[in-house]
């Protein structure tokens, strides 16, 4: 039996589906919304190469792009989410200002200042 | 013939998964419902899949062909693994986020510092008492 | 034990992935497994030192857990396709998240015990701290394994297979 109409009619369908689950990372409330949209369609992603390597007949050669896309999409969701959790807590006590911009002008305190001064003198050479 | 038979299943199996997935998706009125549809559709739906792709594959059988199943094999696995483990991410900055949620007694709200906090007790979203 | 163990799986992982069986090829797979075996061998096994006959009558009780789950992972499709199909899905829902405290000791076992609440019908594990789980469930009757008194059906079952409990 020739299955190759009816793996392109999959991929089709599965195409579909992801433009449906597009509207959602369009349309969604919130940031996290989108996310989830991402996510779904990212696992999907690895699915439709899958299927595109079986239409072509060389499946061996898309299956490494396969992993690769798996991983990456696992690791970009978790990345993001970290992203996000990290902005919904309260801000640090100690903001640290002066050590992120050196250059920050007249409300650099003594020990800022005198670190700043040495950090030049550390790296000369003997 | 029987394992075009098997695949054709699973495969249809799977985008009846995946249908339903989507229309969750798009339907379910609050976050936390979608993250019910995305984490457990996608993960069953994308093994039957790769499971109907594994069977097509082994049809013919030879060396390579087995080490591609292998491979296969390795990726539903791994799918197993990570696609909760993102879910479990993504609903945990959304409820660090406090995202709007929907109850069945009250319509969308909000649940942002302290001081809703206990409206939202009443509600009977977040938990009251910690079980012994 | 758990170095060398290490050591196989990451050489049978390489294989796997390689697909080349000759000489070169296996001897930079045992040179960079041995390597990473060497150098991170307590982070896929943890360190505590065990038999190997208990190692494998424990993944014996995991693989006959996981035929257990997938049956789980089936029902809890076809009940959030049901729910999704339906016609007015508002009228069966009412999410709530509930919080219980469960007695598993190890990581392992928290992070196997999180997953499947995620993948059995109606629930999904929101957060982990220490031993309180905070879970989210879409219907009342989907959280009823969890609110009970002692330990749910699910937690029995890992307890079974990581920590030597009664099913």
Known sequence: MNLEPFFIAMAVAILFLMLCNLYRVVAGPTVIDRMLGMNVIGTKTTVLIVLVGIINGRVDLFIDITLAYALLNFITTIAAARFYQRLAQPAPPEPRESLMAPSAGPEVTEADAHATVSDPVREEPP | ?132 | MPPIFTFFVMLAFWTALSGKFDLFHLGMGMFSSGLVAWLSHDLLFEGHSRKLGATLIEIACFVRYLVWLFGQIVLANFHIAGLALSLYPKKHLDPHIIKFRTSLKTDFARFVLANSITLTPGTVSVRIEDNVFYVHAITRRSSADFSGPGPGEMERWVAWVFEGGSR
Do not use: Q
Not at chain 2, 70 to 88: E, G, N, Q
């Open chain 2, 1 to 132: 013939m029987i394992i075009d038979i098997l695949v054709i299943i699973a495969m249809l199996t799977g985008l009846l998964f995946f249908v339903a997935t989507t229309v969750g998706i798009i339907r379910f009125p609050d976050f936390y419902s979608r993250v019910h549809a995305a984490g457990k559709g996608d993960t069953l739906s994308t093994t039957l899949f790769l499971g109907g792709a594994i069977l097509f594959i082994l049809r013919d059988f030879s060396e390579e062909t087995l080490l591609t199943a292998i491979k296969l094999l390795l990726i539903v696995f791994y799918i197993f693994i990570a696609s909760p483990t993102a879910t479990h991410a993504i609903i945990d900055a959304g409820y660090e986020f406090r995202v709007p949620y929907w109850t069945r007694s009250s319509k969308k709200k909000c649940a942002e510092g302290e001081e809703t906090t206990e409206e939202n007790l009443d509600n009977g979203f977040y938990p009251e008492e910690l079980k012994g």
